[in-house]
């Protein structure tokens, strides 16, 4: 009887020690302080896109990018516009000024490059990544992304191997960030600061973006290339630094390859480039393009920057 009496107690003793920590792991759950604010942000709807028209009516703008409100855009014939609406995958802009990227003047202690001419000495050393290294084109491999490593990655090769017969010393990461989700920035940033530890004068971190291949698609010289959008996030602290050596390529590419840039996006988030001034976002060519033709557009791209 006492034997039968002790092993309910225990019972009951272990049943109230097991409701307990059930209870603790429930409210350590649900107090827990959410994840920071992520360095970047990706799209969810994964290969749909946003189209934007201004304040008449006209089309300005699709992409993949998140659109947000007090976004901005400096188009190709260097229209200046900041977003006011978003619904679902339309958003609204008002044009906000215009400028002449060819003679705005960069202060000096911003960037060190005089004359408008980015990166010119040979030997100096450079370096690319990729945030998402699982971005692929569906001309090519008939998906927009392959997990692990997608077509990306030798956009970045034919960037880089144009790069280092101009002279410079380019360090390419391929390191793997996936999976593509909201935390993609944050390892990525792991990667951008071994990056900045070899002093390298620029950094470069290389997409594809999502819209209908007619958004980004040209002709320069006579040979058919996708065109390429500069990304600065608008929450890094320092983004004028940014944006001023955005503007001098977009300048520099508007003078030898015009039409080879569409625009300059400045998006919510830092895309983590406050770490460094020179810390760029390359979105070349859509996912409905092809390996050629973004491999094409790296190749001019990488005239612009030497």
């Known amino acids: 009887m006492e034997s039968s009496t002790y092993k309910r107690y225990l019972w009951i003793f272990f049943g109230l020690l097991l409701g ?4 603790s792991y ?3 759950t649900l107090t827990t302080p959410q994840p920071a604010k992520p360095r970047g942000f990706d799209n969810e709807l994964g290969t749909a896109y946003v189209t934007v028209h201004d304040t008449d009516g006209n089309l300005i703008l699709q992409t993949g990018l998140p659109v947000t409100v007090n976004d901005e855009y400096i188009s190709a014939e260097d229209i200046h516009y900041i977003i006011i609406r978003v619904d679902g995958d339309q958003a609204l802009a008002r044009r906000k000024s215009e400028y002449s990227a060819r003679t705005e003047t960069v202060p000096a202690a911003t960037l060190s490059y005089p004359n408008n001419v980015i990166l010119r000495t040979a030997g100096k050393k450079l370096a690319v990544y990729h945030t998402h290294n699982d971005e692929s084109y569906l001309l090519t491999s008939g998906k927009s992304a392959e997990p692990p490593d997608g077509d990306i990655l030798k956009v970045g090769d034919s960037m880089v191997e144009a790069l280092r017969r101009s002279g410079f010393t380019v360090i390419h990461n391929k390191e793997n960030h996936n999976p593509h989700d909201i935390n993609a920035y944050n390892r990525s940033r792991r990667t951008a600061v071994k990056l900045l530890k070899n ?7 290389i997409h594809r973006d999502s819209a209908p291949l007619s958004a980004y698609l040209t002709t320069i010289n ?10 600065i996030g608008r929450s890094n602290p320092n983004m004028k630094a940014n944006l001023d050596f955005a503007r001098q390529v977009k300048a520099t590419a508007d003078n030898i390859y015009p039409g080879l840039m569409r625009g300059i996006y400045m998006g919510k988030g830092d895309y983590n480039q406050d770490l460094y001034p020179q810390a760029l976002l390359f979105e070349i060519g859509t996912d409905k393009g092809s390996l050629t033709i973004a491999s094409n557009a790296a190749r001019l791209l990488s005239d612009v920057v030497t």
């Open 199 to 205: 002093s390298p004068e620029a950094i470069f971190d």
């Open 26 to 28: 429930i409210i350590n």
């Open 20 to 23: 307990v920590m059930a209870a």
């Open 222 to 231: 006579g040979v058919e290339t996708a065109q390429v959008m500069i990304v």
